[in-house]
Structure formats: structure tokens, C-alpha cells
């Protein structure tokens, strides 16, 4: 508590944003309120009346400055989607603010949020709708961030590696669900653990269950500790099979082994996620995937 305080002290945002208050470092605070406390010091250092944008999560209720413009964003909230098109590598989506409909290329309900926030400052700024549409066409994310990408085989990959919490993990797993399955083939997700959750750690990884549909997927990988439990409890859900569990503990790391049933179950024509925290090394599966 305190890093981004100092940050905001040194800066001086003229404009702040929280997207959003996740699970993320819980093992470094008590619970998500004193994350979202910590998070709302980005408005310590600026000056009255400056812009500070805030989901409509209740979590920050108590932490919203008095001095400052505050403007909620969420369902229900001043600044919402309206409506929302998604497609396997693309999106479209309108806002209640906006006056014609934006197309981004990439997929994702959290990433068109996003992108409803940058566009509602880029108008405070002075920029036009039909600026802010050309800037979204050439939009490139951060490696590995809901990235498709090809398989050896010719599957189709979407990483999503380059970190994980609860939070995104269930946004992303919604996303996966949601893009139609290429033509003869099924979808396999692979799920590694979400790091520094603290002592809710297992619990937060079995929610994940509320997430998975043996209706939707086909297979589902588990790899690493915190969970096994969550594995365990998809066996009980998904038909023979049809779920895997690999270890990764300070013993054992059954990466290689993994590493092969992967391949096994990836068809040509198959979809396949993979999402857990960065230090996990599913990017290099992702690798041995393209490569091999």
C-alpha cells in the first residue's frame, strides 16, 4: 500500500482511470476493499476537480474522492456499453456517449470496456469519434494478451498468458465460449494457477468452475497446485476423458507431460485457450505448439 500514492504525487494526473478492482496481489492485501483503496490513491495527487473514472463496482464506494469529477463506467452506469458484437479476432461495440459504433480488432467484452473508457477521455481531450475509430484500427496489444495464433497442426490458439486473476480468467473463458467453434472442430482450454491470491487461493481457483461447460468445451488441462481442486471438481462435470491434471510444485513439474497431451487432444480444426498467470510458462507451450 502506498506505490501508487507516490506514483500519483510525482505525476500529477490531469486525468485517472481504475479499470477495474480484481483479485489480483490479494496475497499482499487483506481483501479486494483494501485493494480498491489502494488503487483509488491515484487521485491523491491531483488537483481539484480533475477527471478520475471508476467502474461502478460498489467495492469503491468508500474510497472516491470528494474534490475530483468522478464518472462511473458499468452496466447501469453514466458511461455503458449498449450493445456489444463479438467475433473470433474482432469486435463492434456502441456506447451510450458515442454516436456511431466502433470496431476493434481484437475480441474480448473487457477489452471493448476498455476501449469505451479511452474513447470517453480522447473526447474530454478534444479528439473526434471518427480519430478515435481510425486510432482503434491499428490497435496492437501487449504480447500474449487475448492474441490468436497458429498452431503447427493448424489449430487455432488464443494466448492469453501473459498474466491471470480470478476476474480475468472468468472474462476470458466467457470470451472463448462465446466465438463460434471452427467447422469440425472442438474447443480445449488449458488452465494453469493464478499466482499471489493468497490464502483464498484455492477457493478463488474452484469459482472458476461456474465457468466451464462441458456443453461448450471439449476438453480442459489443468496445470500447477492451487489447482487441483478445480480439476478434481470438472472431472465430477465433464465425461471421462475429458479433463487432465498436471503438477507444478516445488517437487514436481509435469510440464513435458503436459506439454504432450496437449498435442494429443489439439485437432487441426480445433480452438484452444490457454490462460494462467505469467510465471506459470505457458508461453512456452504456446511455442512447442507453433513450433512442433
Known amino acids: 500500500m502506498g506505490d501508487i500514492h507516490l506514483l500519483s504525487e510525482l505525476a500529477h494526473p490531469k486525468t485517472a482511470i481504475v479499470t477495474l478492482v480484481g483479485e489480483a496481489h490479494l496475497a499482499f492485501f487483506k481483501d479486494r476493499s483494501e485493494i480498491a483503496k489502494g488503487k483509488l490513491q491515484i487521485a491523491d495527487g491531483m488537483e481539484k476537480g480533475s477527471l478520475l473514472l ?22 447501469g452506469a453514466e458511461l455503458e456499453i449498449t450493445d456489444l458484437i463479438e467475433r473470433k479476432d474482432s469486435l463492434t461495440f456502441k456506447a451510450n456517449f458515442l454516436g456511431k459504433s466502433l470496431d476493434l480488432p481484437v475480441t474480448g467484452k473487457y477489452n471493448a470496456t476498455n476501449a469505451m473508457i479511452a474513447s470517453y477521455v480522447a473526447l474530454q481531450e478534444g479528439v473526434s469519434e471518427e480519430q478515435i475509430g481510425q486510432a482503434f484500427q491499428n490497435l496492437e496489444l501487449t504480447r500474449n494478451r487475448t492474441e490468436w495464433k497458429k498452431a503447427a497442426n493448424g489449430a487455432d490458439i488464443l494466448s492469453d498468458v501473459y498474466n491471470a486473476n480470478p476476474t480475468a480468467m472468468k472474462l476470458i473463458l466467457e470470451t472463448f465460449s462465446a466465438i463460434p467453434a471452427n467447422e469440425g472442430g472442438k474447443k480445449i482450454a488449458v488452465l494453469a494457477d493464478m499466482k499471489e491470491l493468497g490464502d483464498q487461493s484455492v477457493q478463488l481457483h474452484n469459482q472458476m468452475i461456474l465457468s466451464l461447460s462441458p456443453d461448450v468445451l471439449d476438453t480442459v488441462i489443468f496445470y500447477g497446485e492451487d489447482i487441483a481442486e478445480l480439476a478434481q471438481l470438472a472431472s465430477q462435470m465433464f465425461p471421462i476423458g475429458h479433463v487432465y491434471y498436471f503438477k507444478k510444485t516445488a517437487d514436481e513439474d509435469q510440464f513435458e507431460a503436459m506439454v504432450k497431451q496437449v498435442k494429443e487432444s489439439l485437432g487441426a480444426n480445433d480452438q484452444i485457450l490457454l490462460k494462467g498467470s505469467n510465471s506459470m510458462n505457458l508461453a512456452k507451450l504456446v511455442e512447442r505448439l507453433q513450433e512442433d
Not at 471508476?54 to 452496466?75: C, H, M, N, T, W
Open 54 to 75: 471508476a467502474p461502478s463496482d460498489p467495492i469503491v464506494e468508500d474510497y472516491l474522492p470528494a474534490d475530483q469529477k468522478v464518472v462511473r463506467f458499468g452496466p
